[in-house]
C-alpha cells in the first residue's frame, strides 16, 4: 500500500550538484499536493533554486546536519530523507531519519561508508522504515540491473560493474576541470585502494589500476575503465552470496583529458586530508587547511559554463553477469542509456540525480517494501524501477550470451 496522503520529500543538500537534480525531478514528477523541501547549509542559494522553480510546493530551509536539535525542528514532517550532502555526514543524516523515523535515501558511501551503514540494518527495520544505500547511477543503477540479470540466472559467478561516458558538448567558458559532481569525493576515488571481490575473497588493488580497454555500445564505444573505489563491491557479494559469486568489480571510464588532470592534482599531493599550515591573511600567524578542502573550493568555485550549441552526451552504465541457467553457462549485459535531460537542462548527470527521486516516490506509492538499511539490489525491485527510468528518457538495453568469455 502506498501512501494516501501528501508526500514530503526533504532534498539535503538541495541546492548542491546532485541535490538540485533531485529537486528539479521531484518538481517535475511528484503529485500536485506533495511537498519539496530544499534544505541545505546555505540558505542562500537554497532560496535562489526554490524561486527559480516558480513552483509553490518547493520550500528552502537551512540545514546545518551537525546541529541535531536544529536540523530535526527544521525538518519535522519528513517523509524521506534524500541525502545529497558530502558522503562522510552520511552516519550523521541516517541518525536524523531514525530520530524523525522517516525513510533514508542517499548516493552512496564510497565503499567504506557503506559497510558502516549497514550497521544501522536493526534500527531501521524497529520502526519499519527503509534506507536505501546508494541510490544514483553508480552504485545504484548498477546494483538494479545486477539484481535483474541475476534474477535470470540459477547460480551467479561474476557481476562486474562498468560506467562509459562521452561529452561533445561545446561550452563557454570551457572549464579548465569540468566536474559534476565534488571533486572531494574524485579524488578520493582516485586515491584510496579499491576493494575488489576475487576468487571468493575481498581484497584491494592500486588505485586507478586495470584500465583495460572495454567497448561501450554506440555512441561510447571503446574505452578504457579504470579500478575506483565504490560501493557495489561492498554489497553485491553478500547480496548474492546464496547464488555462489566468486568476482565482483566495479570500473569507470572517465574522460582521458579530465583523468589526467585530476591525476595530476592528485600526485601533486591535494587529495590529502592531512591539514598544512599556511600564512594567515594579513601575515599574522598560521592556519591549517587540508589541500583537498582548498583544491575542492577552488574547482567548485569555477565560473558556471554555459552550454554553447546542442548537448552531444551519453553515458552508459552497464552491468556484466556470468553465470547459469539449466546447466548451461550465460553471460546476461544489462546497460542503461542516457543522454541527459535538455527540458531540464540537465545532462547525463541525470542518471545520477534522479534515481534518488525515483526511490523516494517508490516508498511513497509502496512499490520498495523492504524494511531495514539495504542496498538496492536488496530494496528496489527492477521492473517499476526502469519503468520511472524510461519516463527520464534513460534506455535499458539487455543482451543474453551464451558461455562466460564477454570481455570485462
Given at each position: 500500500m502506498g501512501v494516501t496522503e501528501p508526500v514530503r520529500y526533504v532534498v539535503l543538500g538541495g541546492a548542491g550538484a546532485m541535490g538540485r537534480i533531485t529537486v528539479r525531478d521531484?518538481?517535475?514528477?511528484?503529485?500536485?499536493e506533495d511537498r519539496?523541501?530544499?534544505?541545505?547549509?546555505?540558505?542562500?542559494?537554497?532560496?535562489?533554486?526554490?524561486?527559480?522553480?516558480?513552483?509553490?510546493?518547493?520550500?528552502?530551509v537551512r540545514v546545518d546536519v551537525k546541529d541535531r536539535a536544529s536540523a530535526l525542528k527544521a525538518l519535522k514532517g519528513a517523509f524521506v530523507l534524500i541525502n545529497g550532502v558530502q558522503y562522510q555526514l552520511n552516519l550523521d543524516v541516517m541518525e536524523l531519519a531514525l530520530a524523525l523515523r522517516c525513510h533514508y535515501v542517499d548516493l552512496g558511501g564510497l565503499f567504506h561508508m557503506t559497510r558502516r551503514q549497514t550497521r544501522l540494518d536493526g534500527r531501521f527495520r524497529a520502526i519499519g522504515r527503509t534506507a536505501v544505500l546508494g541510490m544514483g547511477a553508480a552504485p545504484g543503477i548498477?546494483?538494479?540491473l545486477a539484481r535483474w540479470a541475476a534474477d535470470r540466472l540459477d547460480t551467479v559467478r561474476e557481476i562486474h560493474a562498468?560506467?562509459?561516458?562521452m561529452d561533445r558538448t561545446r561550452y563557454a567558458p570551457q572549464p579548465a576541470l569540468a566536474v559534476s559532481y565534488s571533486l572531494k569525493t574524485i579524488l578520493e576515488e582516485f586515491s584510496m585502494r579499491p576493494a575488489v571481490f576475487s576468487r571468493g575473497r575481498l581484497g584491494f588493488v592500486e588505485p586507478m589500476s586495470g584500465d583495460a580497454p572495454h567497448r561501450f555500445p554506440p555512441p561510447v564505444g571503446l574505452r578504457r575503465p579504470m579500478y575506483t573505489i565504490h560501493s557495489e563491491v561492498a554489497t553485491l557479494p553478500?547480496?548474492?552470496?546464496?547464488?555462489?559469486?566468486?568476482?565482483?568489480?566495479?570500473k569507470i571510464a572517465f574522460d582521458p583529458v579530465f583523468t589526467d588532470r585530476v591525476r595530476f592534482l592528485r600526485d601533486l599531493g591535494l587529495a590529502s586530508h592531512e591539514p598544512v599550515d599556511v600564512p594567515a591573511p594579513g601575515g599574522r600567524g598560521?592556519?591549517?587547511?587540508?589541500?583537498?578542502?582548498?583544491?575542492?573550493?577552488?574547482?567548485?568555485?569555477?565560473?558556471?559554463?554555459?552550454?554553447a550549441g546542442p548537448m552531444r552526451q551519453h553515458e552508459v552504465v552497464r552491468a556484466v553477469v556470468k553465470g547459469t541457467r539449466d546447466g548451461r553457462r550465460v553471460t546476461w549485459v544489462a546497460d542503461c542509456h542516457c543522454a541527459g535531460m535538455p527540458a531540464w537542462g540537465v545532462g547525463v548527470d541525470v542518471d545520477t540525480g534522479s534515481p534518488p527521486a525515483v526511490a523516494a516516490q517508490m516508498l511513497a506509492a509502496g512499490e520498495i517494501v523492504a524494511r531495514g538499511a539495504v542496498p538496492p539490489e536488496k530494496a528496489v525491485p527492477p521492473e517499476p524501477f526502469f519503468r520511472r527510468l524510461r519516463r527520464r528518457r534513460m534506455t535499458l538495453r539487455a543482451?543474453?550470451?551464451?558461455?562466460?568469455s564477454f570481455p570485462v
Open positions: 521531484l518538481v517535475e514528477t511528484s503529485h500536485a519539496i523541501v530544499i534544505a541545505d547549509y546555505d540558505l542562500g542559494k537554497a532560496r535562489a533554486l526554490a524561486a527559480s522553480l516558480r513552483d509553490s510546493r518547493v520550500s528552502a548498477t546494483n538494479i562498468r560506467v562509459g561516458t553478500s547480496s548474492f552470496r546464496d547464488k555462489g559469486v566468486r568476482e565482483v568489480s566495479f598560521v592556519v591549517s587547511v587540508a589541500p583537498v578542502d582548498v583544491a575542492n573550493k577552488v574547482v567548485m568555485s569555477q565560473p558556471s559554463a554555459r552550454q543482451v543474453k550470451k551464451s558461455g562466460w
